[in-house]
C-alpha cells in the first residue's frame, strides 16, 4: 500500500476489514489467523451497497438479514458492532436456525420485525439490504468490482442457485447442504456466514487458516482471492478422481500420481453426491488460481452472474480446461519474481558451527535457494550475502531478504525460523499545544533541572528524516551528548556529520527494503540521506522535542512561541519513508538499530491494517523495545469516524488518536441574500478577497443528484473556463486533495472556492493554506450555500479573513479523522489509550517542501500547520520523555498508565468530551481514557505496572501456538504458565469486560497499582452506575505505608439487565489529591 497523503490532502479511506464467527471451527485451526477465534467473541459482518463507499457500520443502526422458516424467522446475522450468529448445520435435516428449528425453503430476505424501527433501518446508508427488499442475506463485501455468489448444491450436484447485484436467490432442497460462498479480497476483508455445512476444514482449506466457505466469484481472472503468501491455495474438485494431486510445497518436488481421496461433503448431507474430491495445487499465480477456482465449480454448477449464464455439466471439457489453467499455474510459478520477507529466527538456535548470526543467516537464505535446490550440483557462484536485504540484532532477531514463494516456503521450514512475514508497505498518519497542555516553562525547566543532567532523554523519531536548518533544533543550553548514546549521524548527499549537533544527536538512513521491493531511489529527485523532503518527519521531531523559536508563524497564523513538549530531549532521526511509502522491513530495521542507539522514547506515526500480533512486524519490533525498556507511541490512524478502524493496537504500544485545541482560524462566506456562513482558512495571499466590498459570481457544478460528480468535486479537468471563470466555485471534499481543488479552480479562472464538507467530514473543519482565496465549511453550512447557487437568480458571495481567534468553546472536541475503537483483535483491551492534540498544529517545516506539499506549489515557509494522529503522537512521545525525566527508572507500561490515568474527559466548558463527527458525547472507543495531561502525568499517585511476562500471559490467553508465542519470546525456553485466563486478567490501566447475553453472567478481574505517591496514604474507590449490570470494588480502600507498595484490588460485575449497546463509566481511586481514573467498558454479546 503506497504510502498516502496526508492532511492536508487527500481524504483517503482504508478499507474496514470485516469478519465473521466461526464458533464451530476446531480450535486447532488457528482462526485467530483471520481475526476469528475459538471463544465467543464480538466478530461483525457487514454489507456494501457496492457504491463505492467503504463497508462500515458507521452511522447504521441495527441491521438484520431474516430467512423463512417453518415457524416464524430468526435473525440470522447482526451490524453495528453486534456479533454475527452463524448457522450451525447438522450433519442431517438441513441449515437450522440458533435454535435448532428447520429452515424451509424458499430462502429470502424479508422486512425487519416490528422490534426493529423501520425508519431507523432505513437510515443505515451503508447497508445494502432496505426495507421489504428481496436481496440474498449474504454479500460479498469490498470493492465494488466484487460479486455475490450463494451456492446451494442439489443431490446431484448439477445446479447451483446464486445472484449477483439485487436478484434473488431460489431455494435448495431442504435436504442439501447450504455452502455459502465469498471473498477475501486483496483490498477489504470479506466473510461468509454459513460455515456450517462443511466441517473437515483441514482436507480442503482454500487458504491455509482459511475455512473453506470463503471463496467468492467476481470477473473471470479477476485477482480476487487473498493475497497473503500462502502456499498451496487453490482447491479443485473433479468428479470422481481428482486432478493428478499436486501434493508438493515447490516445484521441484515430483506430483503424485492420480488419488481417489475420500468425499467430504457426502458427510455433511442425508442424501448423497456425487463424488467431489479435492486436492491442492501447488499455484502461485493469482490469475491462474482464480480460474482454477472457477473451473473447479462449473465442473457440476450452473453459474448465474449478472446476466451470464454458464452451464457446464459433464463430461471432459472442464477437465481439460483445468489442465490447461494447471499449465498456466504451473508456468506462473516457474516465473515468480523475488520479494522481500522477513525471517524471525531463535537466536538461541543457531548451531555452534557459526561464529555470527550472520553467518547462519546466509547459510539457511543458500539452503533454501531456487538457484541451490533446482541445480545437480552446487552452485559456488550463488552469493546469499546478496540476496539478504537487513540483519536484525537487538528488538528483534532475525533478517529480511529476497526470496520466491517457493524459498519463502522453504524457509518457513527451516531449523531455526520462527515466521516469515511478507514486507508490508505502512503509510504516515498525517503551536500553542504545549501551552494548551498546561506545560508552562517553569514547569519544563523545572523536570530538565541540574539534578536530571545524568538523566538525558533521547526521542527517536521514525518518519521522512528531518531538516536541520530548522531553529527547532537549535542546541543552545543543551550539554554533551548522552554518554549512553551509540548512534551516529550517517551521511549522504545533502547531509554532513556537521548537521548534526547537541540536540539532533543521530540520523540514520533505511532503505534497503524499499529499494528490494521498487527499485533503486531516483537520486536526482530524492536524496538518499537523513535530510527530510517531505516536512512529515521535520513537524513530527520538532513537535515532540522541537527548542523554543519565538515568533513562529505560517503567513502569519498561529503566531507565537513553537516549542516541543520536550523542548531539552535530544532527536534522533530515522528515515524510514520514501516516495513510494514506508516499507515494514526498513521500519523493523529502524527499530532495532534506534534500540540498540539507547533511545528512551519511540515516535511512530505510521501505520497499516490490523494483522494478527505475531503477524505484525512493528508490534513484534515494539515488543522488544519494549523489553529493553523503550517506550513507544504509534499514531491510531486518520480513518475515522467509522468504528473499528484503528491500528497500532499492540497493548505494550501507546495508540495516539486526535483532538482538536483551543486554538482556530476562522474565516466567513457571505452569501447575496445576507446570510453569513462561518468557515476555517490559512490563506494568506496577495489576492485578498476580504478587501473587496463587491460580490463575486458563486457556481456550484454538481447536480441535485446524491451521487458524487466529479465536477462538484472540481477534480483535474472537470472545470471549464467559460463556467467558472470570474466566480467563486464551491467544491466537496472527496478524492483529491484539498488543496488542489484550489489549485484546478484557479486554473480555470476561479477567484476564490467554498470547500463544503461532505458526510464523511460532518461539521469538523480543517484549515489548509490554499493557493487562492478558500474557504473551508462544514457539512450543514455547505448544504445551505449549494441550496442558495441552485435556487438564487444571481448568486453571489465574498470570502474574509479573520487571522487567529484564541479561546475556542468547546475544546478539546475528538477529531472526525481520528480513527476509532473498539480493538478489532481484542476487545478486552481499549483502544486507543488517549488523545492529544492533533488538528491544525504548527511545528518546523522542510525547506524542500511547499506548505501544501502540491509539486505545483512553489511556496516554501519555515513552520507549517498539520492536522492527523502523526500530529498526536509526538505529542504523547514528548510528554513520556518529560515523565522519563522526573522518572528515569520507570517502565514503559508505568509511563503509560500515568498518562491514561490521569487524562481527562471534559472540555473547557466542564461537560464530556464530544466528537466532532456527531457532535455528541464521545465514548471510551473515541477517546481512550482521555485527553492527555501533561502536569498530572508527572504526578499520578498510583500506576499499573505490566512485565514482560504478563503479556506474554496475554498472548497465551490469545490462543497463539508454541510457533506464534516465539515471535514475541525469541526462543522455545519459555512457555504459558497460563495464569491467566482472559486478556482481560492484563494489568491494563482501563477495564473493558464482555458479557454472554444471559440472564445472569459475570466477570471478574483483578487489577495491582503501585504507590508513586506518597509513602503513607489512602484511597477510595468511586465507580459510575450502569444500567446493566451491578460493580462491587474489593476492597473499596487502598492503603499504602511506603513507596512502591503493590496492592491488589478485585472488580466484580455481574449482569442484571443485558444491554443492546455497550456501556461506559469509570472506576477512580482518590486520596484527596490524586484521582487515579480508569475507564470501565462493558459490552454484551448476543447467544453464540
Request: one cysteine or more.
Amino acid at each position: 500500500m503506497a504510502r498516502a497523503p496526508r492532511t492536508p490532502g487527500a481524504d483517503n479511506f482504508s478499507p474496514v476489514q470485516t469478519v465473521a464467527s466461526f464458533p464451530s471451527l476446531d480450535p486447532s485451526l488457528q482462526a485467530a489467523e483471520f481475526g476469528l477465534s475459538a471463544r465467543p467473541r464480538p466478530h461483525m459482518m457487514c454489507a456494501d451497497d457496492f457504491s463505492g463507499r467503504r463497508c462500515g457500520v458507521a452511522r447504521a443502526w441495527l441491521i438484520s438479514w431474516i430467512m423463512e422458516r417453518e415457524r416464524g424467522d430468526c435473525i440470522h446475522s447482526r451490524a453495528r458492532g453486534h456479533p454475527v450468529a452463524s448457522l450451525n448445520t447438522p450433519a442431517s435435516g438441513g441449515p437450522r436456525c440458533l435454535d435448532d428449528r428447520p429452515v424451509a425453503r424458499p430462502l429470502r430476505a424479508r422486512p425487519p420485525p416490528a422490534s426493529i424501527p423501520r425508519q431507523e433501518l432505513k437510515r443505515s446508508r451503508r447497508s445494502s439490504l432496505k426495507v421489504g427488499s428481496t436481496r440474498p442475506s449474504l454479500h460479498c463485501t469490498g470493492a465494488a468490482s466484487f460479486r455475490t455468489v450463494v451456492a446451494a448444491v442439489a443431490q446431484d450436484a448439477s445446479h447451483m442457485y446464486s445472484s449477483a447485484g439485487d436478484d434473488t436467490i431460489p431455494g435448495p432442497p431442504a435436504e442439501a447442504p447450504i455452502i455459502a460462498l465469498s471473498a477475501h479480497g486483496l483490498r477489504a476483508s470479506t466473510t461468509a456466514a454459513w460455515p456450517g455445512a462443511l466441517r473437515e476444514h483441514h482436507e480442503y482449506a482454500l487458504v491455509p487458516h482459511f475455512p473453506p466457505t470463503v471463496l467468492c466469484f467476481g470477473c473471470l481472472l479477476s485477482p480476487i482471492l487473498y493475497s497473503g503468501g500462502c502456499p498451496g491455495d487453490v482447491v479443485v474438485v473433479v468428479r470422481g478422481t481428482a486432478l493428478p494431486a499436486c501434493e508438493f510445497t515447490s516445484m521441484r518436488r515430483a506430483p503424485a500420481t492420480t488419488t481417489v481421496l475420500p468425499s467430504a461433503i457426502t458427510r455433511h448431507s442425508s442424501a448423497p453426491l456425487h463424488t467431489a474430491h479435492l486436492t491442492r495445487l501447488g499455484c502461485q499465480s493469482m490469475q491462474a488460481r482464480t480460474l482454477l477456482l472457477h473451473l473447479a465449480v462449473l465442473k457440476f454448477l450452473s453459474i448465474h452472474l449478472g446476466q451470464l449464464r454458464l452451464d457446464i455439466l459433464h463430461g471432459a471439457l472442464p477437465l481439460c480446461l483445468a489442465l490447461v489453467a494447471l499449465q498456466a499455474c504451473l508456468s506462473a510459478r516457474a516465473t515468480t519474481a523475488p520479494k522481500t520477507y522477513i525471517v524471525q529466527m531463535a537466536a538461541s538456535e543457531m548451531p555452534s558451527s557459526f561464529d555470527f548470526h550472520h553467518e547462519w543467516y546466509a547459510s539457511t537464505v543458500k539452503s533454501v535457494s531456487s538457484v541451490q535446490l533446482q541445480g545437480d550440483e552446487e552452485d559456488d557462484d550463488f552469493d546469499p550475502y546478496a540476496r539478504i536485504v537487513y540483519n536484525y540484532e537487538t528488538a528483534f532477531h532475525g533478517f529480511a531478504a529476497k526470496l520466491d514463494e517457493d524459498e519463502a516456503e522453504l524457509m518457513a521450514e527451516a531449523d531455526g525460523v520462527v515466521a516469515v512475514l511478507p514486507e508490508t508497505v505502512l503509510q504516515l498518519h498525517t503551536t500553542r499545544s504545549p501551552d494548551f497542555l498546561g506545560i508552562s516553562p517553569e514547569i519544563r525547566n523545572s523536570i530538565w533541572s541540574a539534578g536530571l543532567a545524568d538523566h538525558d532523554v533521547v526521542v527517536g523519531v521514525l518518519d521522512t528524516g528531518v531538516w536541520p536548518e530548522s531553529p527547532s533544533f537549535s542546541d543552545k543550553g543543551l550539554g554533551p551528548v548522552p554518554a549512553k548514546w551509540k548512534g551516529l549521524c550517517q551521511t549522504g548527499r545533502g547531509f554532513t556529520t556537521a548537521h548534526c549537533n547537541r540536540k539532533i544527536i543521530g540520523a540514520r538512513i533505511f532503505y534497503n527494503g524499499y529499494e528490494a521491493s521498487s527499485g533503486p531511489i531516483n537520486e536526482t529527485v530524492e536524496l538518499k540521506s537523513p535530510r527530510d523532503q517531505d516536512g512529515h518527519g521535520t513537524h513530527t521531531a520538532a513537535t515532540a522535542a522541537g527548542a523554543p523559536v519565538p515568533d513562529a508563524n505560517l503567513f502569519g497564523y498561529a503566531s507565537g512561541v513553537a516549542r516541543g513538549m520536550a523542548p531539552r530531549a535530544r532527536v534522533a532521526a530515522y528515515k524510514v519513508c520514501w516516495s513510494g511509502g514506508c516499507f515494514s522491513s526498513d521500519i523493523l530495521a529502524a527499530v532495532d538499530r534506534a534500540v540498540a542507539d539507547g533511545v528512551d522514547v519511540l515516535s511512530i506515526s505510521l501505520g497499516g491494517g490490523s494483522s494478527p500480533y505475531y503477524h505484525d512486524s512493528l508490534a513484534i519490533a515494539s515488543f522488544g523495545a519494549m523489553q529493553m525498556g523503550v517506550f513507544v507511541a504509534c499514531s491510531g490512524g486518520n480513518a475515522g469516524p467509522d468504528p473499528i478502524s484503528l491500528t497500532n493496537l499492540s497493548p505494550w504500544i501507546t495508540t495516539v488518536g486526535a483532538s482538536t485545541m483551543d486554538r482556530d482560524f476562522p474565516a466567513t462566506v457571505t452569501l447575496g441574500n445576507g446570510a453569513n456562513i462561518t468557515g476555517v482558512s490559512l490563506y494568506k495571499g496577495r489576492r485578498n478577497l476580504a478587501s473587496q466590498k463587491e460580490q463575486y459570481p458563486l457556481v456550484y457544478m454538481g447536480g441535485n443528484s446524491s451521487i458524487p460528480d466529479p465536477r462538484s468535486l472540481c477534480l483535474e479537468g472537470t472545470l471549464q473556463p467559460h463556467e467558472v471563470g470570474g466566480k467563486i466555485v464551491i467544491c466537496d471534499r472527496g478524492i483529491s486533495p484539498r488543496v488542489q481543488k484550489g489549485q484546478v479552480v484557479k486554473n480555470a479562472g476561479g477567484v476564490g472556492m467554498i470547500l463544503a464538507n461532505t458526510a464523511a467530514n460532518g461539521e469538523e473543519l480543517v484549515a489548509d493554506s490554499h493557493l487562492l482565496p478558500a474557504v473551508a465549511v462544514g457539512e450543514s453550512q455547505g448544504i445551505a450555500a449549494k441550496k442558495y447557487s441552485k435556487t438564487a437568480a444571481k448568486p453571489t458571495a465574498k470570502l474574509s479573513f479573520d487571522g487567529t481567534k484564541l479561546g475556542i468553546r468547546p475544546s478539546p472536541v475528538v477529531a472526525a479523522f481520528s480513527s476509532r475503537g473498539p480493538n478489532v483483535l481484542t476487545l478486552e483491551i481499549l483502544k486507543p489509550d488517549v488523545i492529544a492534540p492533533g488538528v491544525n498544529i504548527l511545528a518546523a517545516w522542510s525547506g524542500d517542501a511547499s506548505p501544501s506539499s502540491l509539486s505545483t506549489d512553489r511556496r516554501r515557509v519555515g513552520f507549517n500547520i498539520l492536522s492527523g494522529t502523526s500530529m498526536s503522537c509526538p505529542h504523547v512521545a514528548g510528554v513520556a520523555a518529560l515523565i522519563k525525566a522526573s522518572h528515569p527508572d520507570w517502565s514503559p507500561a508505568k509511563i503509560k498508565s500515568a498518562l491514561m490515568t490521569t487524562a481527562y474527559v471534559h472540555d473547557n466548558t466542564y461537560r464530556s468530551l464530544k466528537d466532532a463527527a456527531t457532535g455528541r458525547a464521545s465514548t471510551p472507543f473515541d477517546h481512550g481514557a482521555g485527553h492527555i495531561h501533561p502536569l498530572r502525568a508527572l504526578n499520578p499517585g498510583l500506576v499499573y505496572d505490566i512485565g514482560q511476562d504478563d503479556y506474554l500471559e496475554f498472548l497465551c490467553v490469545e490462543n497463539l501456538t508454541p510457533m506464534q508465542l516465539r515471535a514475541f519470546t525469541k526462543n522455545s525456553s519459555k512457555a504459558c504458565k497460563h495464569t491467566f485466563t482472559s486478556p482481560g486478567d492484563l494489568n491494563y490501566p482501563a477495564i473493558s469486560a464482555v458479557f454472554a447475553d444471559q440472564p445472569s453472567a459475570a466477570v471478574t478481574v483483578r487489577r495491582t497499582v503501585t504507590n508513586v505517591g506518597p509513602p503513607s496514604s489512602t484511597y477510595h474507590v468511586k465507580v459510575s452506575e450502569f444500567k446493566g449490570a451491578d460493580i462491587v470494588v474489593e476492597p473499596s480502600t487502598l492503603r499504602f505505608t511506603s513507596s512502591n507498595q503493590k496492592v491488589t484490588y478485585k472488580v466484580t460485575m455481574t449482569t442484571k439487565a443485558a444491554q443492546k449497546t455497550p456501556e461506559f463509566g469509570a472506576l477512580s481511586w482518590s486520596d484527596g489529591v490524586h484521582i487515579v481514573r480508569s475507564p470501565l467498558v462493558l459490552t454484551w454479546l448476543p447467544p453464540m
